[in-house]
């Protein structure tokens, strides 16, 4: 119920989550009463002229196109300058390389495997007849499911427990389509809860940040609200956030008391799309016609994304750094998540940061 909407917690693991469209009124204070890790952010190791050196990684949605991502990361370790990322944001694609970006170039390997290996067939049952006459979705999105579970089991959920306990973040956006409002939750904190129900948490929510609606069924999840369980219902976080860095107007400086001097803040923004629009005559059919126009609303909203974090990095005197997939990247797709096409993608992405990729520095041109 509306009245309720606010005081929505997941059963037993309260304080994980947020909206993503409103700034807590002191965001700084919870992770500084749930870490011991955040006060030694002033001691870490990478410093330049005295000042300690934060990293942040935000991982746009894309579909298949995620496998630029994925390419630019492992090429990224290939060339030996990839940094550690104090905070790692990702939305829908972006979700499912967050965890291993997090982590670091020790998984490379699967990052690489998630995004080569998998082809359509491997991450969708097509029920279309069932999606078309009262069903939620066209595919039933069980092998997804089934492959998250595979690449994040208990190993991997203890690694981010260990590292967020360290003072480091790892937060993924969801769509609540109920309230039709961004969601982001801190992976870490449910990471670090450590049963078996958060590890199923962890899944829904990398499962729900994925599930691109129409296509996959939204996921449901549990809460309690007013001593009564509900259901909330979950999509992927694109419709509301296509890229993001933290919620909207919270100052990164509001961070700045975990240091003993001003941190350097770099912003790496990986946008898993061409930054800007690419001509192609429509064709005059209503599938055609309804696919480019959300493909264009998809394009300006993550646009104006991009300028949103742009203004929070100029705020805060950060580096901003902006990557995208060349416009020159032509390579044809067949089908939703075409095999080829994201080896492709990957291979290219993978040999343009080995040789030092060219970030887009200033305000993003598109």
């Known amino acids: 119920p509306l009245a309720l909407v606010d005081k929505a917690d997941v059963a037993g693991l309260d304080g994980i989550r947020g909206w993503g469209d409103v700034a807590p009124r002191d965001a700084a204070a919870i992770p500084h009463a749930r870490l011991p890790g955040m006060g030694r952010f002033a001691v870490a190791p990478t410093r330049e002229s005295g000042r300690p050196i934060v990293n942040m990684l935000a991982l746009s949605g894309g579909g298949a196109d995620g496998a630029f991502g994925a390419g630019l990361l492992v090429g990224w370790s290939d060339a030996g300058t990839r940094p550690r ?80 306990r360290q003072g480091r973040m790892l937060l993924i956006g969801t769509t609540n389509l109920d309230a039709q409002r ?11 809860r450590g049963t078996p129900e958060a590890l199923a948490l962890f899944h829904k929510v990398v499962l729900a940040s994925a599930s691109i609606p129409g296509v996959f069924p939204p996921v449901h999840i549990e809460v309690v609200a007013g001593g009564h369980r509900f259901e909330e219902m979950h999509v992927d976080g694109g419709p509301t956030r296509q890229v993001f860095l933290v919620p909207t107007q919270l100052p990164l400086t509001d961070f700045d008391r975990f240091y003993e001097a001003p941190p350097l803040r770099r912003i790496y923004v990986i946008r898993n799309a061409k930054l800007g629009p690419a001509y192609e005559p429509a064709k005059a059919t209503t599938i055609a016609i309804g696919g480019r126009t959300l493909s264009t609303l998809i394009l300006n ?32 797709s067949k089908e939703a998540f075409d095999r080829d096409y994201m080896q492709a993608l990957f291979q290219r992405a993978r040999a343009l940061a080995r040789s030092g990729y060219p970030w887009q520095k200033g305000a993003p041109k598109f």
Do not use: C
């Not at 965890?99 to 995004?115: S, T």
């Not at 203004?311 to 997939?325: D, K, P, V």
């Open 85 to 164: 990322f104090e905070v790692v944001t990702g939305v829908s694609a972006g979700a499912l390389i967050a965890p291993f970006a997090f982590l670091g170039r020790e998984h490379d390997r699967q990052l690489r495997e998630m995004f080569t290996l998998y082809a359509t067939e491997d991450l969708l049952r097509k029920q279309v007849v069932t999606g078309l006459f009262g069903g939620t979705a066209l595919a039933d999105s069980a092998p997804l499911a089934e492959l998250i579970a595979k690449y994040v089991d208990q190993r991997m959920f203890r690694a981010i427990a260990r590292e967020y």
């Open 182 to 192: 961004p969601v982001i939750w801190n992976m870490g904190e449910i990471a670090a």
């Open 301 to 332: 909203q993550s646009q104006g994304d991009l300028a949103r974090i742009y203004q929070t990095a100029s705020r805060a005197n950060a580096e901003f750094n902006l990557a995208g997939i060349p416009p020159d990247f032509n390579e044809p």
